[in-house]
């Protein structure tokens, strides 16, 4: 009997417990927590970090971890022991007062942040910044790393992945997207996108993003759709899943797209084994991974022709004013407009990774002493101008636009372009795989595919490390061929390339 292993269990499901109560109150502070609660909430939410910190540190979890190790185990007892483990070590290894630090500067650096991009001054962030890569720096010599301090931080969203070897696979995208993003300003198509800019009344806009979530199999007896400001997906388990979108009344396809990714990252979440709820093995395996299930429903499959040949009568039914002049290849076109813009979060499917790129090197950069925070905005410009060819008139939209290094997150960003990677490799074996699966999508049949992923991605959890399941869904390890084949095929179409 497996003694050791029983009672890691046992403390696991606690901190499993004290996470869940964590993203409920962190759910509850963007969507109907009043304002007034901020100061007592963020008490709340330190007291309960720190009591699941206390747990998996803690000398009884140290020494269970240990006894577990030499016991005989089952293959998915081995993935809990691996995978806590590796949450145990780090924590341990991190000293508290380094962790302290850096919740107290990256919680004064919000403020900085917040004020220096509506004043557009950069240079009272700066030193922010510097502060900030300096404790992830200490925290990456406490954590320790393969090559370079970096991939210590990479290594907190997306595990086992390498700095080296994700630049290379970054690096084999640059030259093609950039290339692809003139060929398509040289073209002269410019799809029209007037209709979009109509009046879409906000409870029709939730009627048809919820109709399509529900088309691809969210499941709303285990699962919720609410606003807050920023959109999010989080879980409390299996069966409760909570999304969220915001809605503009002249932006409707920021809505429905919205509510598309969340439910890929819902599905996810809804798509884990209920037996192993609580539990590495009934968890996700990476930011990456979870990336590449939101982004294939937005893009693959929610931006293609198919989805449109079955939503447009929906659409029409839903706004028939709006789209009385509008034609169903016009809707297509008007949702993959491809156009460099200063603002990462309202990219493009093909723009957004060299926005990903363009933040990565800076990165990297800045942990290897290339780039001091004080260069930012400089090299930021100038790289806006060699990725996209447009240059930002001010630093508010430009180095100052994102929330992530204030919060002293550094390598969160590659998890994004490594999601869409992902993706278009995860979508290849699908189309492998699933009979028809374009024509099925384009009679509204959304959960063929939604099965196949959660037989072969959602269900083994944390089985595979990120690469494995790579290879072990599509029988090759990752490789951007795919992305590049997906946006060429797609966008020479739509722009007569
Ligand atoms: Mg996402």
Same mark, same amino acid.
């Given at each position: 009997?497996?003694?050791?292993?029983?009672?890691?269990?046992?403390?696991?499901?606690?901190?499993?417990?004290?996470?869940?109560?964590? /993203?409920?109150?962190?759910?509850?502070?963007?969507?109907?927590?009043?304002?007034?609660?901020?100061?007592?909430?963020?008490?709340?939410?330190?007291?309960?970090?720190?009591?699941?910190?206390?747990?998996?540190?803690?000398?009884?979890?140290?020494?269970?971890?240990?006894?577990?190790?030499?016991?005989?185990?089952?293959?998915?007892?081995?993935?809990?022991?691996?995978?806590?483990?590796?949450?145990?070590?780090?924590?341990?290894?991190?000293?508290?007062?380094?962790?302290?630090?850096?919740?107290?500067?990256?919680?004064?650096?919000?403020?900085? *942040?917040?004020?220096?991009?509506?004043?557009?001054?950069?240079?009272?962030?700066?030193?922010?910044?510097?502060? +900030?890569?300096? +404790?992830?720096?200490?925290?990456?010599?406490?954590?320790?790393?393969?090559?370079?301090?970096?991939?210590?931080?990479?290594?907190?969203?997306?595990?086992?992945?390498?700095?080296?070897?994700?630049?290379?696979?970054?690096?084999?995208?640059?030259?093609?997207?950039?290339?692809?993003?003139?060929?398509?300003?040289?073209?002269?198509?410019?799809?029209?996108?007037?209709?979009?800019?109509?009046?879409?009344?906000?409870?029709?806009?939730?009627?048809?993003?919820?109709?399509?979530?529900?088309?691809?199999?969210?499941?709303?007896?285990?699962?919720?759709?609410?606003?807050?400001?920023?959109?999010?997906?989080?879980?409390?388990?299996?069966?409760?899943?909570?999304?969220?979108?915001?809605?503009?009344?002249?932006?409707?396809?920021?809505?429905?797209?919205?509510?598309?990714?969340?439910?890929?990252?819902?599905?996810?979440?809804?798509?884990?084994?209920?037996?192993?709820?609580?539990?590495?093995?009934?968890?996700?395996?990476? +930011?990456?991974?979870?990336?590449?299930?939101?982004?294939? *429903?937005?893009?693959?499959?929610?931006?293609?022709?198919?989805?449109?040949?079955?939503?447009?009568?929906?659409?029409?039914?839903?706004?028939?004013?709006?789209?009385?002049?509008?034609?169903?290849?016009?809707?297509?076109? /008007?949702?993959?407009?491809?156009?460099?813009?200063?603002?990462?979060?309202?990219?493009?499917?093909?723009?957004?990774?060299?926005?990903?790129?363009?933040?990565?090197?800076?990165?990297?950069?800045?942990?290897?002493?290339?780039?001091?925070?004080?260069?930012?905005?400089?090299?930021?410009?100038?790289?806006?101008?060699?990725?996209?060819?447009?240059?930002?008139?001010?630093?508010?939209?430009?180095?100052?636009?994102?929330?992530? *290094?204030?919060?002293?997150?550094?390598?969160?960003?590659?998890?994004?372009?490594?999601?869409?990677?992902?993706?278009?490799?995860?979508?290849?074996?699908?189309?492998?795989?699933?009979?028809?699966?374009?024509?099925?999508?384009?009679?509204?049949?959304?959960?063929?595919?939604?099965? *196949?992923?959660?037989?072969?991605?959602?269900?083994?959890?944390?089985?595979?490390?990120?690469?494995?399941?790579?290879?072990?869904?599509?029988?090759?390890?990752?490789?951007?061929?795919?992305?590049? /084949?997906?946006?060429?095929?797609?966008?020479?179409?739509?722009?007569?390339?």
């Amino acid at each position: 009997m497996p003694k050791h292993y029983d009672r890691v269990m046992e403390i696991y499901r606690e901190i499993s417990d004290l996470y869940a109560a964590l /993203a409920l109150m962190g759910w509850d502070q963007e969507t109907y927590m009043p304002p007034k609660g901020a100061a007592s909430r963020g008490r709340q939410l330190a007291t309960l970090s720190g009591m699941a910190h206390e747990r998996i540190t803690s000398d009884e979890m140290r020494g269970a971890l240990d006894g577990a190790r030499s016991e005989s185990l089952t293959a998915d007892e081995e993935v809990n022991v691996r995978e806590i483990s590796r949450f145990s070590d780090r924590a341990v290894k991190i000293p508290v007062g380094l962790v302290k630090d850096l919740a107290e500067t990256s919680s004064a650096a919000i403020g900085v *942040w917040i004020k220096a991009r509506q004043e557009d001054d950069f240079p009272a962030f700066a030193p922010w910044v510097d502060k +900030l890569v300096a +404790l992830q720096r200490e925290v990456a010599e406490a954590v320790g790393y393969e090559d370079e301090p970096y991939d210590a931080l990479l290594d907190e969203y997306e595990p086992y992945a390498s700095t080296k070897e994700t630049a290379a696979v970054f690096d084999s995208i640059r030259g093609p997207l950039v290339d692809l993003v003139q060929r398509i300003a040289d073209s002269g198509v410019k799809p029209r996108t007037d209709f979009l800019e109509r009046n879409y009344p906000v409870d029709d806009q939730r009627r048809m993003g919820v109709m399509a979530a529900e088309r691809m199999g969210f499941d709303f007896e285990a699962g919720r759709l609410d606003i807050s400001p920023h959109p999010f997906c989080t879980h409390m388990g299996v069966n409760d899943v909570r999304m969220t979108t915001r809605y503009s009344e002249t932006l409707p396809m920021q809505s429905f797209y919205g509510v598309i990714h969340e439910a890929g990252h819902g599905l996810y979440e809804q798509g884990h084994d209920p037996e192993n709820e609580g539990t590495p093995r009934g968890a996700s395996v990476s +930011l990456g991974i979870h990336e590449s299930q939101s982004r294939m *429903w937005e893009n693959m499959v929610g931006r293609s022709r198919a989805f449109w040949q079955h939503f447009f009568p929906e659409f029409s039914a839903i706004f028939p004013e709006n789209s009385a002049d509008v034609s169903e290849e016009e809707v297509y076109a /008007a949702v993959n407009e491809v156009k460099p813009s200063l603002i990462r979060v309202e990219a493009d499917e093909i723009t957004y990774n060299l926005h990903i790129l363009l933040r990565f090197e800076i990165e990297r950069g800045l942990f290897t002493d290339e780039y001091a925070a004080g260069d930012l905005s400089a090299v930021w410009n100038e790289n806006m101008k060699a990725f996209l060819g447009i240059e930002p008139p001010d630093d508010r939209d430009g180095v100052l636009q994102d929330i992530h *290094w204030s919060h002293g997150s550094f390598g969160y960003f590659p998890t994004y372009t490594l999601g869409n990677l992902y993706a278009a490799q995860f979508y290849r074996a699908a189309e492998r795989e699933i009979p028809d699966l374009s024509e099925r999508i384009a009679r509204g049949e959304l959960l063929p595919l939604r099965d *196949w992923l959660r037989d072969r991605i959602h269900r083994p959890g944390m089985t595979y490390r990120a690469g494995e399941l790579v290879q072990h869904v599509t029988g090759e390890v990752l490789s951007a061929d795919y992305f590049l /084949a997906y946006v060429h095929d797609k966008y020479s179409s739509l722009y007569s390339l």
